[in-house]
């Protein structure tokens, strides 16, 4: 059995973003994810790395923006309204196409909101949140082990596409402790000559940009990326499918929720309903396919969402509206418990009867 290790959501992802060869951290501290940059802060040093306390969020993501341009792996992680201060940066960094990490542990909203857990960043994410056409590949861990693994993945997919990947992380699983192991790492190596290396006058300059003054050099580049984005909504989508595959109701469900949604599919199961979950693991690129062959199969969806109903308009454009999708939620740092969760599938079954 492979070694295993107590830790807390927010520490394996710091430990594996440093076992992933990740050396450059920069950040500033919100609750829930302060743990983060606690853990970096300790560990850097010892191992030659660098942790850096920026002296805001917008100035730490232009941090990561240089060594990124650098070619460094390189971090930063806060929580929601750190990650809106951060979005400008994102954006250019997109914009660039340089390879760089983020986390978003995330907490209610909107404005301050408060320290609970929430997914109501969902749309952030996945629409890009900061201005201009671009996508960041959106991981969603759902326990502790996935915080290490996905993070791991995450850097892999940046290196690979040269484009931010983030973890889209609840407050629960960063807070929440359970044993994970990281004896399956697999660390990609990625060759990167656009680096802003310095020559030694041995080669070409390189230059890393995002100003276009010419309209046409924009749109040319604009199409060029979202090429690069057509290619890995084709390869890169994951998600996990549990007891579908004779499922008549299909709950779909990410990150804490859908752990509680896995309890409440059991539960209406037991009760003979042939109920299923789908839970995407990419948040971007979404899993269309799935919930599309789903939609063949299934006589309706339940979207389970600590928010007001952001996955669910990406449910029924998968779905192209052929089956009904109905809502369970909680809001404001709420998380609904597998009743909430069991009574929705049971009207689901009602409405399709």
Not at 53 to 77: D, P
Not at 172 to 189: A, C, D, K, L, R
Not at 256 to 274: C, F, L, M, W
Request: proline share 5%; hydrophobic share 40%.
């Amino acid at each position: 059995m492979a070694d295993r290790v107590l830790m807390k959501g927010n520490e394996a992802i710091a430990e594996a973003a440093i076992r992933a060869g990740c050396r450059h951290y920069f950040g500033y501290p919100i609750t829930p994810q302060t743990e983060i940059a606690a853990y970096m802060a300790k560990k850097m040093p010892k191992i030659g790395g660098v942790f850096l306390q920026a002296e805001s969020e917008i100035a730490s993501i232009n941090m990561v923006y240089g060594a990124a341009a650098a070619g460094m792996r390189v971090m930063t992680s806060s929580s929601s309204p750190g990650i809106s201060l951060k979005s400008e940066g994102i954006s250019y960094i997109a914009a660039s196409d340089v390879p760089a990490f983020i986390v978003n542990v995330q907490r209610g909203g909107p404005g301050l909101g408060g320290i609970q857990p929430s997914q109501s960043d969902y749309f952030q994410a996945t629409k890009g949140g900061g201005h201009g056409d671009y996508h960041l590949i959106v991981l969603a861990p759902a326990s502790v082990q996935e915080m290490a693994s996905l993070t791991v993945k995450g850097f892999n997919l940046a290196d690979k596409y040269r484009m931010a990947a983030m973890i889209l992380a609840d407050g629960t699983i960063g807070q929440m402790m359970e044993p994970i192991s990281f004896e399956n790492v697999e660390i990609e190596t990625y060759d990167k000559p656009w680096a802003l290396t310095g020559t030694g006058m041995k080669r070409k300059h390189n230059i890393i940009n995002s100003l276009y003054l010419k309209p046409d050099e924009l749109e040319r580049i604009n199409f060029q990326r979202y090429e690069k984005y057509r290619a890995i909504e084709e390869t890169e989508p994951l998600y996990e499918a549990y007891r579908m595959e004779d499922a008549e109701i299909c709950v779909v469900a990410f990150g804490i929720a859908s752990r509680v949604a896995k309890n409440a599919v059991v539960t209406a199961r037991n009760e003979g309903i042939k109920a299923g979950l789908i839970r995407p693991i990419t948040l971007w690129p979404f899993p269309k396919k799935a919930l599309r062959d789903a939609a063949a199969q299934v006589k309706a969806f339940v979207s389970v969402e600590l928010n007001m109903g952001q996955m669910i308009e990406d449910i029924r454009l998968a779905t192209e509206c052929t089956r009904p999708v109905s809502l369970c939620c909680r809001t404001g740092g709420m998380i609904p418990d597998p009743g909430q969760v069991l009574e929705s599938i049971r009207q689901a079954q009602k409405g399709v009867n």
